[in-house]
């Protein structure tokens, strides 16, 4: 019997080679694990969270005013307007939530390469009926950048490379912060849909805040062709690495099939659950080719190289159409 997949918690706040190789071994078996001891201020993380439960709480006229413009990734999402698991080429029904998303914005003095860039820098879309969302949004979007960074000099040491070895491949990264509002659930969901369909991630890490007594993210164990539960730990993020993180390490480490199901029928509390993703990505000009440290001898690579921008661009517009 094989044994199930364990997501384990990890606290990075010791030796980074240390926890560089504990990512290491994980991220040999899922791609998934919590962090604690992080350092990402509470109360600049507690602030975005609530002012995103107060957004969704808003009108939906209010809502729609900053809807994301066609072909676009930022802005609100309604109601059904993503199915995640047509990134996958599955077909699967609307998801069951809305959401909010931001990203870099226009950076002074940087100059997207082409179109599909310039839309992952294109400026963000902020409601008039809650000026105080944007400052706490960015504030927390500076917090998630900063944390990538130290992960990904971490995964750098696991991967036995230099800690500086991904500096110059993020340091234009077109990263996403999302805010995932699921309603509670008062009609029967269609035949296959649910909260989040079964997805991977597209870049390089994401860093997810859960709702604490929200269950319904799970993860995919091929061995026992099961799912696991990743239920919320109070403090602690869960950090998942994404496809190109994958792509780079030739599947050293695995970019874990994941999703968000519905809630019990009938139970007694309210089914409401509220979640913040950031999605973090390589430059968008950065060639993604397997490491030399990913490689044993005689071996060839499992992908070819792919720059990462119109990976990522491609997956998201086929998740929202």
Not at 10 to 30: C, H, K, Q, Y
Not at 168 to 180: F, V
């Amino acid at each position: 019997m094989p044994t199930p997949l364990a997501v384990p918690t990890i606290s990075i706040d010791r030796d980074p080679t240390v926890v560089g190789r504990e990512f290491d071994e994980t991220l040999r078996d899922v791609g998934f694990f919590q962090i604690i001891d992080h350092g990402v201020p509470d109360a600049v993380a507690d602030r975005c969270w609530n002012v995103s439960r107060n957004f969704f709480d808003l009108p939906l006229e209010a809502k729609l005013s900053v809807e994301r413009p066609e072909g676009g990734l930022y802005g609100y999402f309604p109601m059904l307007a993503e199915s995640l698991a047509r990134s996958r080429d599955d077909a699967a029904p609307g998801d069951l939530k809305e959401s909010f998303n931001m990203g870099p914005g226009v950076v002074p003095g940087y100059q997207p390469v082409d179109e599909t860039e310039a839309s992952l820098f294109s400026p963000n879309r902020w409601p008039a009926a809650m000026p105080e969302l944007k400052a706490s949004w960015e504030n927390y979007y500076s917090e998630m950048s900063k944390l990538a960074r130290r992960l990904m000099s971490m995964f750098a040491h696991g991967l036995e490379l230099s800690a500086e070895f991904f500096d110059d491949k993020i340091d234009h990264s077109p990263s996403a912060l999302r805010a995932i509002n699921y309603p509670e659930q008062d009609a029967s969901p269609a035949d296959g849909q649910l909260r989040a369909g079964a997805h991977t991630d597209y870049g390089t890490l994401t860093i997810l805040r859960q709702e604490m007594g929200r269950a319904g993210l799970q993860v995919r164990d091929e061995k026992t062709n099961s799912w696991i539960d990743i239920p919320p730990t109070p403090g602690a993020l869960v950090i998942n690495i994404g496809d190109l993180m994958a792509r780079w390490t030739n599947d050293r480490w695995t970019s874990t099939l994941h999703r968000v199901v519905n809630p019990d029928a009938g139970t007694a509390v309210s089914t409401r659950r509220q979640s913040m993703p950031f999605f973090h990505n390589a430059n968008y000009s950065a060639l993604v080719e397997c490491l030399p440290s990913c490689l044993a001898a005689g071996d060839t690579p499992k992908y070819e190289p792919v720059l990462a921008g119109p990976h990522l661009a491609g997956k998201s517009h086929k998740a929202v159409g």
